[in-house]
């Protein structure tokens, strides 16, 4: 499997081993449709190995932990549990130590797929998987994202890693409604202009492209989103590109938001220096959030970040940092969708 991707659960039970070259914590946690645990009962561990439908085994440190999942014994408003894990070292990171999860049919042992998070860096602590019910059917899906809980706006700019996390919120409340995307680059050699390009990608809740905001399309949704116009060089001090985001007017459709940069002329990426994108209040222009982009690849394309709108109404914004071979934001779209 790749980030993102889901596949449909051929059996009731089945059972996700978290594998990786040192002791691993595996965990479970069960959540509600708002993304949020009930209570100390749904957090599945070595210490609390079961509980509603879900069991913790120990592997004893020879064989892998694993989280087993009895999707007819999940008890009514549970509509996902999550599987994370972090290296049972203090401070280790998952650096060079990319997990492997092997999701199997719990009665027979046979695989149903696998999954290893790819890039992984700072990262501390990760969800890997998730199993979710959707439209009355029980599916996995691969996802590899920092697992970054707790972090929100409390404590003012928040600088994020790759894969990380954070709520837009603050003391609890969706901290502000309209927000402003900067993204920005210098050409990698002085006096070399580079055209990149802008653009954010909106999808409804079954991952659904719904819109494209770009140069060529300046506003979409009924001007809940605006794009601040092309930028053809990348000189000067600043964003180089902006695009102002209406949380409050978005339509219900719109669920998640994928920003992405494209090189329009085909240059690459390893020709860029200090590409970033950081969120803003729209009102102060204070700066929220900030992703710098530390490592390129020879790709024409970069999905920068993405905000995912909870059940509750809340904004999470992640930093991505993904290469894809696409010239124009159209060549996105798919990708973006499975970054989700």
Known sequence: MTPGSNIPLPVARVTVDVAAPVRLDVSGLLLTADGKVRSDDDFIFYNQPSGPGVTYRSGGGS??????????????????????????????????????????????????????????????????????????AWKARAVGQGYANGINLDKGRVSLQKNQTVSLTKGGRPFLSQVK???????????????????????????????????????????????????????????????????GRLPQEVTGLVFTVNSFSGQKFTEVAKAYCRLLDAATGEELVRFDLTSAEPQTGVMMAKLIKQFSGEWEMTALGTFVKSRTVRGMVKPSAQAL
């Open 63 to 136: 064989t892998p932990d694993s989280i087993t999942v009895d999707t007819a014994a999940v008890p009514p408003g549970i509509e996902k549990i999550v599987v994370t894990a972090s290296p049972d070292a203090a401070g280790q990171t998952f650096q060079g130590i990319e997990p492997t999860a092997t999701i199997r049919n719990a009665d027979d042992g046979s695989v149903l797929a696998s999954f290893t998070p790819p890039q992984l860096g700072t990262e501390t602590a990760l969800v890997i998987v998730e199993v979710y019910l959707r439209n009355g």
């Open 181 to 247: 995307m900067g993204l920005g680059w210098e050409p990698a050699y002085r006096g070399k202009d580079i055209d990149l390009d802008a653009s954010v990608i909106a999808y409804g809740p079954q991952r659904n492209h719904i819109d494209s905001c770009y140069f060529g399309k300046l506003s979409i949704v009924n001007g809940a989103i605006k794009h601040s116009g092309d930028n053809l060089t990348g000189e000067g001090g600043g964003d180089d590109e902006v695009i102002v985001v209406d949380l």
